[in-house]
């Protein structure tokens, strides 16, 4: 087993999936421009030794994993009273947990840190660190398969100024998988159902002025015609986009409905025009710029979705095990009765298990049961073909 820290470009993560060979897809595929570097984006008042502490403290993060004593491996870089030496060492520790009752052998985890802007307080004790982690995972299978996943995360990262120099005295980011590790880890029930309520806030209802038509009304076909799912079409676009954002869409930051609409989308499933708060569409105005997009409420919300989606492009089905590539899966983070969450089906892992791409926290090929034991599930069949 080993750890690998590669160079601060997001390509590089990217290249490490199509080495080795995940879903096939070539490392031309996968690589999209990198994430703009620290000289463009930082404000003014910027600290070269906190950037590179606050690089060292994710790196640190991803190799905890796979290390006997996580609270050594993220110690050197964390403030002593900060509190998240602690609760990453948890993490980390309910992360190898679960990697090991998945039958994953971890054999290499290689992190990728983009250093997006640092923010140095005025009485120069403390900072604001921005930075996005890539995350790559290799794993061997019981049958003795390599396989790959990945995430990637933003993180806003404190750091205070000691006599041994800057020091992360926290960590702030969303991990849809949060609740999994931590319950994993043997934490409480009542830490558990915090990571899960924390989901759930994240990921509020995203409203917008609402619009009268779309122009998507121009897809509206005049005689019947049949159209057929493209699920290979769809799961192509899932893997690609899965570590980041198409530039010819808007993003949120709460994006996993959108996400899924775009892989919806790319396998051919047939827009339905109408207002804000009806059908299904996407209107980009015909420009390939997001600017000036429009769209539908049910293309961004995961409850509109289901509401337009069941019994027009999508049936329940009964268990995750009769997916294919292209179908979706919701998520209830505390089985409150409120869908939060939903993420597109990529296909099967080299153990045979079924693995989702997601986006608000960016998954490529994870396992697909996200969240705790308290966390419910749905499971959407696409249609295999429309009349329209």
């Not at 595929?29 to 404000?43: I, N, R």
């Not at 899960?196 to 015609?225: F, H, I, K, M, W």
């Not at 980041?244 to 047939?270: K, L």
């Amino acid at each position: 087993m080993k750890t690998t820290f590669l160079p601060r470009l997001v390509v590089v993560a990217l290249a490490t999936l199509a080495a080795m060979g995940a879903a096939s897809l070539s490392a031309t595929a996968l690589a999209t421009s990198p994430l703009p570097t620290t000289a463009e984006t930082a404000p003014a008042a910027t600290d070269p030794d906190a950037a590179a502490v606050a690089t060292a403290f994710l790196e640190a993060r991803a190799a905890a994993v796979t290390t006997a004593d996580p609270q050594a491996a993220l110690s050197h870089w964390a403030a002593p009273d900060g509190g998240v030496v602690a609760a990453e060492a948890l993490v980390a520790r309910g992360t190898a947990r679960r990697a090991r009752q998945l039958h994953h052998a971890v054999q290499d985890v290689a992190c990728a840190v983009e250093i997006l802007g640092v923010q140095v307080d005025d009485d120069e004790t403390a900072a604001t660190v921005t930075a996005h982690a890539i995350v790559t995972t290799t794993w061997r299978a019981p049958s003795g398969e390599l396989d790959t996943e990945a995430s990637g995360i933003d993180h806003t990262l404190r750091l205070e100024r000691t006599g041994a120099g800057w020091r992360v005295s926290s960590d702030t980011y969303t991990d849809v998988m949060r609740p999994s590790y931590l319950e994993a880890a043997g934490a409480s029930k009542a830490a558990v159902r915090r990571a899960g309520r924390s989901l759930e806030r994240s990921a509020p209802t995203l409203r917008l002025p609402p619009v009268t038509r779309s122009a998507a009304a121009a897809s509206t076909r005049r005689y019947q015609d049949i159209i057929k799912y493209d699920r290979p079409g769809a799961q192509a676009f899932a893997d690609k986009w899965a570590l980041s954002a198409n530039p010819t869409y808007v993003r949120f930051s709460a994006d996993c409905a959108n996400f899924a609409s775009q892989c919806a989308r790319a396998g051919d499933m047939p827009l339905s025009s109408g207002g804000w708060d009806n059908g299904w569409w996407y209107d980009k105005r015909g420009t390939s710029s997001p600017g000036d997009d429009r769209y539908s409420l049910s293309w961004i919300n995961v409850t509109k979705m289901i509401s337009f989606w069941n019994g027009r492009r999508t049936d329940w089905a009964k268990s995750a095990g009769v997916l294919s590539r292209g179908d979706f899966i919701y998520y209830d983070w505390t089985g409150d009765g409120f869908w939060d969450h939903v993420a597109v089906v990529a296909g099967t892992n080299s153990a045979g298990q079924k693995v989702i791409d997601a986006h608000s926290t960016n998954y490529y090929r994870v396992f697909w049961k996200l969240g705790s034991s308290s966390t419910r599930y749905r499971y959407a069949k696409v249609r295999p073909q429309w009349v329209i």
